[in-house]
């Protein structure tokens, strides 16, 4: 097993300094004369082997993937490279309206725009709430949308009759709605001085008609403040509002809009960083692109919150393992006064971040690594197939996120 050192993102939308859940992980694992700016924003940490940002092996500084690269295939497991990439995200406000491509489109941006999509892979990816998380994600079902068109005038006037009856017409229907595609893209190439007239009538129209506590409401006027006269603020009357508590975690397919609005998570993804944007952002958008790609299938809210499942009956470790092979998350929670805990392992190599707890992992023969808050640490695929957790300190209850090839 190897410590790593995790690479930081300071994008805009983070939380500053030491209220960042990523400023103070990296405070944990950074080197001795590394010293971190209180006043800048800390958005993300990046575990793993991504080419424009791989980890680096603490004790030597050389990258991950120059390490794998002079290893036996065995180190790594049946893949050529890690498939997946590990972050903490720590969101101050929101993210971009986005999509991720699927592999085939993935291949054909890179291939054409290399400058802008940086890798040629797809990102399906899962974000498990480490606290209160927020985020819009997947298209609501048609009489939903119909129903706040119907409703709110503002919407109506922007979308236009035509469009409005396509979209009822799908009422009832499943797969792919012809009506909220011609909707979604009428919205997203309205004019600027449409999209703030619509914004400025629908603040009025909500206000009048919602308690103050609604979601709905709520998330209008914190997507309005911070991004005043963007159209990605009446997403939300496509977008689903997912709520998730701690503990609970989202799966977001390809070409699945979406946008993290607040809150601390975990992160998981196929190992890319190809995001196609389209509002809340000052970075450049792509609203063709995007339009074109969107999946128009309506799913239920319910569809959108992603379980876990305990590992081999295990009553501390359960596991998250969304329909793509590329990735799962293995969760381990073991309670104070327990001493040691052993787990079962698939022969694959893994990225382990330690969120709490004073311990000692041991893997068969191995001396084992000491582990606490912040550390991060590369488990081989040969690793004997099991994992052994060694309490330190009892009285600390022991929290820590596995970064796994989908094996389950």
Same mark, same amino acid.
């Given at each position: 097993?190897?410590?790593?050192?995790?690479?930081?993102?300071?994008?805009?939308?983070?939380?500053?300094?030491?209220?960042?859940?990523?400023?103070?992980?990296?405070?944990?694992?950074?080197?001795?004369? %590394?010293?971190?700016?209180?006043?800048?924003?800390?958005?993300?940490?990046?575990?793993?082997?991504?080419?424009?940002?791989?980890?680096?092996?603490?004790?030597?500084?050389?990258?991950?993937?120059?390490?794998?690269?002079?290893?036996?295939?065995?180190?790594?497991?049946?893949?050529?490279?890690?498939?997946?990439?590990?972050?903490?995200?720590?969101?101050?406000?929101?993210?971009? $309206?986005?999509?991720?491509?699927? !592999?085939?489109?993935?291949?054909?941006?890179?291939?054409?725009?290399?400058? =802008?999509?940086?890798?040629?892979? @797809?990102?399906?990816?899962?974000?498990?709430?480490?606290?209160?998380?927020?985020?819009?994600?997947?298209? +609501?079902?048609?009489?939903?949308?119909?129903?706040?068109?119907?409703?709110?005038?503002?919407?109506?006037? #922007?979308?236009?009759?035509?469009?409005?009856?396509?979209?009822?017409? /799908?009422?009832?229907?499943?797969?792919?709605?012809?009506?909220?595609?011609?909707?979604?893209?009428? #919205?997203?190439?309205?004019?600027?001085?449409? $999209?703030?007239?619509?914004?400025?009538?629908?603040? !009025?129209?909500?206000?009048?008609?919602?308690?103050?506590?609604? =979601?709905?409401?709520?998330?209008?006027?914190?997507? &309005?403040?911070?991004?005043?006269?963007? =159209?990605?603020?009446?997403?939300?009357?496509?977008?689903?509002?997912?709520?998730?508590?701690?503990?609970?975690?989202?799966?977001?397919?390809?070409?699945?809009?979406?946008?993290?609005?607040?809150? /601390?998570?975990?992160?998981?993804?196929?190992?890319?960083?190809?995001?196609?944007?389209?509002?809340?952002?000052?970075?450049?958008?792509?609203?063709?692109?995007?339009? +074109?790609?969107?999946?128009?299938?309506? %799913?239920?809210?319910?569809?959108?919150?992603?379980?876990?499942?305990?590992?081999?009956?295990?009553?501390?470790?359960?596991?998250?393992?969304?329909?793509?092979?590329?990735?799962?998350?293995?969760?381990? +929670?073991?309670?104070?006064?327990?001493?040691? @805990?052993?787990?079962?392992?698939?022969?694959?190599?893994?990225?382990?971040?330690?969120?709490?707890?004073?311990?000692?992992?041991? &893997?068969?023969?191995?001396?084992?690594?000491?582990?606490?808050?912040?550390?991060?640490?590369?488990?081989?695929?040969?690793?004997?197939?099991? &994992?052994? $957790?060694?309490?330190?300190?009892?009285?600390?209850?022991?929290?820590?996120?596995?970064?796994?090839?989908?094996?389950?």
């Amino acid at each position: 097993m190897l410590k790593l050192l995790g690479t930081v993102k300071n994008y805009h939308w983070g939380k500053k300094g030491p209220d960042s859940l990523v400023y103070q992980l990296a405070v944990l694992n950074s080197l001795p004369d %590394q010293k971190l700016d209180e006043k800048c924003a800390y958005a993300e940490l990046w575990m793993g082997n991504h080419v424009v940002d791989p980890s680096l092996v603490k004790d030597t500084r050389q990258t991950l993937g120059e390490y794998l690269s002079s290893q036996p295939k065995e180190v790594i497991g049946d893949t050529k490279d890690l498939q997946f990439l590990l972050k903490v995200l720590s969101i101050e406000t929101a993210l971009s $309206i986005q999509v991720h491509p699927n !592999k085939k489109e993935a291949e054909e941006l890179h291939n054409f725009f290399p400058e =802008v999509y940086k890798d040629d892979n @797809h990102k399906p990816e899962m974000a498990i709430a480490l606290s209160p998380f927020l985020a819009l994600c997947g298209f +609501r079902l048609i009489e939903e949308i119909f129903g706040f068109v119907k409703r709110f005038s503002s919407l109506s006037d #922007l979308l236009g009759h035509e469009n409005i009856y396509k979209l009822e017409g /799908d009422i009832g229907k499943t797969g792919q709605s012809e009506g909220l595609k011609a909707c979604f893209e009428t #919205l997203m190439e309205s004019s600027a001085a449409d $999209i703030n007239k619509c914004l400025e009538e629908a603040k !009025k129209q909500l206000e009048a008609s919602l308690n103050s506590d609604d =979601v709905l409401l709520k998330t209008f006027h914190t997507l &309005l403040r911070d991004f005043p006269g963007d =159209v990605g603020v009446l997403c939300v009357f496509f977008f689903h509002i997912v709520e998730l508590k701690p503990g609970e975690a989202m799966f977001i397919s390809a070409n699945e809009p979406h946008a993290y609005i607040s809150g /601390d998570c975990i992160e998981c993804m196929a190992c890319s960083d190809n995001t196609i944007r389209a509002g809340l952002t000052p970075k450049p958008k792509d609203i063709p692109t995007l339009i +074109r790609m969107l999946n128009y299938q309506p %799913q239920s809210l319910d569809s959108k919150i992603f379980p876990p499942k305990k590992l081999n009956g295990n009553e501390y470790v359960d596991y998250f393992a969304p329909p793509v092979p590329d990735f799962a998350v293995i969760r381990y +929670r073991i309670p104070a006064g327990v001493s040691s @805990h052993t787990v079962k392992l698939k022969n694959q190599a893994s990225v382990l971040l330690i969120l709490s707890g004073v311990a000692k992992l041991q &893997l068969p023969g191995d001396v084992g690594v000491p582990v606490t808050r912040g550390s991060v640490v590369f488990v081989p695929g040969n690793s004997g197939g099991t &994992l052994t $957790i060694v309490m330190e300190d009892k009285n600390v209850p022991f929290e820590a996120y596995q970064a796994i090839y989908n094996v389950f």
